[in-house]
């Protein structure tokens, strides 16, 4: 059964470098999302992209954040100089034709020391 | 701006007995979906069942249904013959249709399904 992928699973970096989060999405999908959990606390929306731009961004998606197809298969997360704050789960999704349903990855951690 | 509560932080449950999450929400829309998701401890998010809004049938997939009650802005998942494998956390998400399918979370509700 095809699956959302991600890598790492466990990302440590210092505060203030530039971490790279990535996402292989189901293959023939064609909207993919990024969200975010901070330990403890619910599913935030961070991103959502479709045909090659951003369709929607939440506050928290600053100028910090950005995302890239690069590849036709590969979605990535930027951020480009991490705060403690942005340690947390992050997760890609996708989805078909509908966006009605989302199939999420298994997460990457991501902490910020 | 649509919210999303789940008023029961944690619940637990004997094995093989029946249990119901509550989840409510709100919004001025008249066409959206409802979803739970279960997070088992490795953290990967399972989607376990959706709803349409417009849609009288209550959703039903195997052991999982829903009693969705428009009106009252309610959608709850009902768990029969709970196994161990449903320890996880459970969260209710609500999706306003459009062509960015942004999925708004409640808190979660943790369930401890007990031997």
Redesign the interface.
């Known amino acids: 059964e095809p699956e959302v992928t991600q890598t790492p699973s466990h990302q440590v970096t210092q505060m203030g470098q530039e971490v790279i989060l990535r996402c292989v999405p189901i293959s023939n999908h064609l ?1 993919f ?1 990024w ?1 975010r ?1 901070i330990l403890g ?5 961070l991103v ?1 992209f ?1 045909n090659n731009e951003i ?2 961004k ?1 506050e928290i998606f600053d100028d910090q954040f950005s995302v890239e197809r690069p590849d036709g298969s590969n979605f990535t997360l930027k951020i480009r100089s991490t705060k403690l704050e942005d340690s947390a ?1 992050y ?1 890609c ?1 996708s ?1 078909g034709q509908g ?6 990855g ?2 990457t951690r991501l902490t910020v020391t | 701006a649509q919210t999303v509560t789940q008023s029961q932080p944690e619940m637990s449950v004997q094995e093989a007995e029946t249990v119901t999450l509550s989840c409510t929400y709100d919004t001025s829309e008249n066409n959206y ?1 409802l979803f739970w ?1 279960k997070q088992p401890p ?6 376990v069942i ?1 709803q ?1 809004a417009y849609k009288q049938q209550n959703a039903t997939e195997n052991r999982f249904s829903v009693n969705f009650q428009k009106a009252a802005k309610s959608f709850s998942l009902k768990i029969s013959d709970s196994q161990l494998g449903d320890t996880a956390m459970y ?1 209710c ?1 609500f ?1 306003k ?12 509700t943790t369930l401890q399904v007990k031997p």
């Open positions: 909207y999302y969200y959990q606390q619910k599913v935030e929306f959502s479709y369709s929607e939440s789960m997760f999704a989805g966006v009605e349903e989302q199939y999420f298994p997460g | 979906y998701y490795s953290r990967q998010m399972i989607l959706r349409e969260f998400a999706m249709p459009g062509n960015t399918g942004k999925l708004i979370f409640g808190q979660g």
